[in-house]
């Protein structure tokens, strides 16, 4: 267990620390892109320069985000060999899809876009910032298929003669590649990119207001970058709805445990804070339908009727039905070359329980509830420093859209204080996605104490400590590149000292 835990903490801190760079690509591409749209239509060298100094921030930001991603996909292979074993077939597809089109196709449009200004036509060399952020996205919807298939595995066939999942079909390909948990994880994951991307154009804009530079140049990044990041915000509350009715409906423990929500039910209430209750609202948001189940986790661990009326059978069961499952495996790899009837008496038994096999691996029901309290804070933090951050936006683009926002220093200081919470709220939705499904690296098939590889607690604790001094060097170089890149200002004539 103690290798189980190192191996958790070691990709939980590269899995966090690849997050602080992914957003901020994101949200960049797209307030560079339009920037520099505005520039082609207008002709104005104003909003060429204005593009260039963000561009530049997104490409040191985009560097490091590389190292660190690239990182975090060997440890699939270092730390949970038995995970990528298992599932390889089915999460690897789409992890090198990503490495092949979509990273390629990234790199290429980057160059010109960053290398290219006066060496290709206006027209191209727009369409080539596009691209590049195209490209991020592209990318993001690959990697986060394969997080969806471990939220929600689809298009799935086990093969008990290797003992991996397989896509035994092209139409199996598309069933995971359109899983709506990918779905729905992309517009929420990309879209708070553009949040993260608004709160930091807008909060490094009024640092050069406080200091009275470049007011031109601030008061047009805070109109482009707030209202691309007020766009994102509306966006990640539609998609931040699908994404509960889809916990709702296949991860239920996550809900119950984002809610803190024990005793479930009909006209489910939603916890503000502990005491302070919406009386029928998680049902609505859950199910969209006041009466509609929402189970607890006491529910859940002694088996309930869901919306459909099926019933869901308690932990207790699942783990005697995953026990058999597991049992008639070994037993059919024993006689599979020996007694063919026996062999398929066995099959038949794995193939009726086998969408329990998973729970075969737990100790005792209890350990199919994540650290409640840690997913139902996170869940809070999230949704209040996302709504804080929005109504930040929509001050500051007012006020600047009034041109007042110069003389209201409180408003100046809150939005560059707002940089490191909007960091703070995106790492709070992923502590709620991945913790919130614990105990299961796949939801359903696999725990996380089957996944690891075996590797000593010694290797794990030693690399652990070296990533976290690389990637703490990393973040510092990073942060002190890009403070001296914002100190020294767009360095542009038209719009210095306005």
Avoid at 18 to 47: C, N, Q, R, S
Avoid at 62 to 76: D, H, K, N, Q, S
Avoid at 300 to 325: C, R
Avoid at 338 to 351: I, N, P, W
């Amino acid at each position: 267990m103690d290798a189980v835990f190192w191996s958790r903490l070691q990709f939980a801190v590269t899995a966090g620390y690849h997050w602080l760079f992914v957003p901020l690509t994101l949200g960049l591409a797209m307030i560079m892109a339009v920037m520099e749209t505005i520039y082609v239509v207008k002709k104005d060298e104003f909003w060429k320069r204005t593009a260039q100094f963000w561009m530049k921030l997104f490409a040191i930001n985009f560097a490091v985000g590389i190292a660190t991603g690239i990182i975090l996909e060997f440890e699939f292979g270092t730390n949970w060999s038995n995970y990528s074993w298992f599932v390889g077939d089915i999460f690897g597809a789409p992890l090198a899809i990503e490495g092949i089109l979509a990273f390629f196709m990234e790199a290429t449009f980057f160059a010109v876009m960053f290398f290219g200004w006066e060496k290709v036509s206006k027209r191209f060399h727009l369409i080539s910032t596009w691209l590049t952020g195209i490209g991020a996205s592209i990318s993001a919807y690959w990697i986060l298929v394969a997080n969806a298939w471990m939220q929600h595995p689809v298009g799935t066939t086990f093969n008990p003669d290797t003992v991996r999942n397989e896509m035994a079909s092209v139409d199996a390909f598309f069933e995971v590649i359109t899983n709506p948990v990918a779905v729905s994880k992309f517009f929420h994951s990309v879209t708070s990119g553009w949040v993260t991307g608004g709160v930091f154009v807008v909060g490094i804009s009024c640092w050069y207001l406080l200091r009275k530079r470049e007011q031109k140049f601030a008061l047009a990044s805070i109109l482009v970058g707030g209202l691309v990041g007020l766009l994102g915000t509306g966006a990640v509350m539609l998609s931040g709805d699908s994404s509960g009715i889809h916990a709702a409906k296949y991860q239920p423990m996550k809900l119950a445990a984002a809610e803190g929500l024990e005793n479930g039910g009909p006209k489910a209430a939603f916890s503000i804070v502990p005491g302070i209750e919406i009386p029928g609202m998680l049902s609505i948001l859950a199910t969209h339908d006041i009466d509609g189940v929402v189970p607890g986790i006491n529910d859940i661990i002694e088996g309930y009727t869901d919306n459909e009326g099926n019933e869901i059978p308690s932990v207790a069961q699942k783990m005697e039905m995953g026990k058999t499952a597991l049992a008639a495996l070994a037993q059919y790899r024993e006689t599979k070359d020996t007694d063919s009837q026996a062999a398929a008496q066995a099959l038949a038994v794995l193939e009726e329980n086998m969408q329990y096999m998973g729970y075969g691996y737990l100790e005792k029901p209890e350990d199919v509830v994540p650290p409640v309290g840690l997913v139902y804070w996170a869940f809070r933090a999230m949704v209040g420093l996302g709504s804080f951050l929005a109504l930040v936006m929509l001050l500051a683009v007012w006020f600047a859209y009034k041109e007042k926002l110069p003389k209201m220093e409180w408003l100046l200081w809150t939005a560059l204080l707002s940089i490191p919470l909007v960091y703070l709220c995106g790492q709070a939705g992923w502590i709620v996605a991945e913790v919130g499904r614990q105990p299961w690296t796949i939801q359903g098939l696999l725990p996380v104490g089957v996944a690891i590889s075996d590797v000593s607690v010694a290797a794990v604790k030693t690399t652990f400590f070296v990533f976290v001094a690389v990637f703490a060097l990393f973040l510092a170089i990073e942060i002190r590149i890009m403070v001296g890149a914002i100190k020294k200002g767009p360095e542009i004539d038209e719009i210095k000292n306005v």
